[in-house]
């Protein structure tokens, strides 16, 4: 009887060498309060200039969302205090974002639906306090590095679309290399409004956001949690006294939201162009260099099924990051068989990372799996001794051609040693030879199976089969 409403805002830094008004590093984890400078420890009469490698992704990013990019923005005041803003307010956009009216599609079942994106802009980030038992400690390291918000219309109808959407947005900003939105480290952090509504009601009922959210499934909670609590006030007739417009933050541990303040109202930040700063109209070159998009998660999925034939199941793997395509496509390079590479990165590499162990950290390079592909596509062993190889290569940094030699997994490919057993395993079965000429072909499994027998397992099977059929006539 009710529907979900959620729209989303999140905030990702770009992944500019310097910050967003200064020319101090962006590098996070460093010694803090050794990134500042006079610009953004906000000291009087320090002027910030803009740094035009955020602008040149941030139209990117409008770009790769099908948006209106604006050829003249604004920069604006936000107002208000707390320790870790110096200059008491937030160089932000408000009247003029950079980016206006995109759209995401994302997948739900197995149809597509269409998500809009109101706006991103531009703003910077404040610094980061730490709260000690008698003290607050603030770190300036990070005061002024790019953000960029993205901002959904509230078209998000469940927690599900919530991540699909949040998890295609991932993708798409590193795709474009515009951010590392690594949400541990804080590069990719969502907040999550939400509201309900009765089934076929089109007005919009009073929202909640939600903080502090900084993994996918925590999302996914945190919304199936308010959704709930939201339900349920409604029924037992509490709706207008328990939900009312404010800033809820989720306890990690259980599982719930709690409210953290009442939501201000944008007048409340006393918004105001900034005069320190001009607007910013982008040049035609700049706008020209930054519409060049690299290939986009969409676009390389439908490549690889059409230009590899591999299936659709597969292509979702490999697009599902960024680092995992790369891979993937560094692989392909140096091997002859697209379908051995998918089964090989998909199935036995994957399959043997485990203890938080990504494709990123992997001990197995895309150029050591493709050596042994190779030893695999030339014969030299089998795909069963391949597994035994990826098994030493994933633990130590044992030379792939030695594993093979140690471990005495080369294939027989020579025909006198494999033709001699040949002769034997018919002479030992006249009868059934017989069998098979006058017409029982099954049989020929049963030759193959004795000849591998006798030879250990290290024939080159596909070389059996040949001198067999040459054998048998
Ligand atoms: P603010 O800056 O105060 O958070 P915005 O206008 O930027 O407000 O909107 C924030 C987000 O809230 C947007 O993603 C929007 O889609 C979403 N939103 C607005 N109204 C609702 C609602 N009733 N239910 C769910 N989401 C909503
Ligand atoms: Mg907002
Ligand atoms: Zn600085």
Redesign the pocket.
């Known amino acids: 009887m009710f529907e979900t ?5 999140v905030h990702c830094q770009l992944n500019t060498k310097t910050k967003i008004f200064c020319g101090c590093s962006t590098s996070f984890g460093e010694e803090p309060n050794t990134h500042v400078c006079p610009t953004c420890l906000a000291l009087p009469g320090a002027l910030p200039v803009l740094n035009s490698q955020a602008v040149k992704k941030a139209i990117s990013f409008g770009k790769a969302i099908n948006a209106t990019v604006n050829k003249k923005s604004i920069f604006d005041r936000k107002n208000y205090f707390y320790p870790d803003l110096p200059k008491a307010y937030q160089i932000s956009q408000f009247t003029i974002p950079i980016v206006e009216n995109g759209e995401l599609i994302i997948k739900v079942g197995d149809k597509n639906k269409r998500i809009g994106i ?1 706006r991103a802009h531009l703003e910077e980030d404040a610094g980061k306090n730490s709260h000690e038992s008698k003290s607050s400690l603030v770190d300036l390291n990070r005061a002024g590095t790019p953000l960029l918000e993205i ?4 078209d998000i109808r469940s927690s599900d679309e919530a991540v699909a959407y949040l998890k295609k947005l991932h993708s798409i900003l590193r795709f474009l290399n515009i951010s590392d939105a690594n949400m541990q480290e804080g590069s990719f952090r969502c ?1 999550v ?3 309900i509504r009765p089934k076929g009601d089109e007005k ?4 909640v ?1 939600i903080k502090n959210l900084n993994s996918f499934r925590f999302i996914q909670k945190a919304i199936e949690y308010e959704v709930e609590r939201q339900c349920e006030a409604w029924e037992d007739g509490r709706y207008d006294s328990e939900v009312v417009q404010e800033t809820r933050l989720f306890d990690t541990t259980k599982l719930i939201t709690k409210p953290m303040r009442s ?1 201000e109202d ?1 007048a409340e930040y006393r918004y105001f162009p900034d005069p320190d700063l001009l607007p910013v109209i982008i040049p035609d070159e700049l706008m020209e260099e930054a519409s060049i998009l690299p290939e986009l998660p969409d676009e390389k999925r439908a490549r690889y099924i059409s230009e590899f034939g591999i299936k659709e199941s597969d292509a979702d793997v490999i697009i599902s990051s960024y680092e995992m395509a790369k891979y993937f496509e560094d692989l392909i390079a140096g091997t002859n068989s697209p379908k051995l590479c998918v089964t090989w990165l998909t199935v036995e590499l994957l399959g043997r990372l485990k203890n938080g162990v990504t494709i990123e950290t992997s001990p197995v390079n895309s150029a050591k799996l493709s050596t042994l592909l190779n030893r695999i596509e030339d014969g030299t062993i089998s795909q069963k001794a391949a597994k035994d190889v990826l098994d030493v290569i994933i633990e130590s940094d044992e030379d792939i051609d030695s594993v093979i030699d140690r471990l005495g997994l080369k294939q027989v490919s020579d025909d006198s040693a494999i033709l001699s057993i040949i002769d034997t395993v018919l002479a030992a079965n006249e009868d059934k030879v017989a069998e098979y000429k006058s017409g029982k072909d099954k049989l020929f499994g049963f030759f193959v199976g004795q000849v591998m027998k006798e030879g250990k397992g290290a024939f080159n099977p596909a070389k059996v089969n040949e001198l067999l059929k040459t054998k048998l006539g």
């Not at 409403?5 to 805002?9: M, T, Y």
Request: charged share 30%; glycine share 4%.
């Open positions: 409403v959620i729209g989303l805002e109101t901002v959904s219309e509230p907040d409004n939400v509201s919009l009922y009073t929202r956001e939501k944008s």
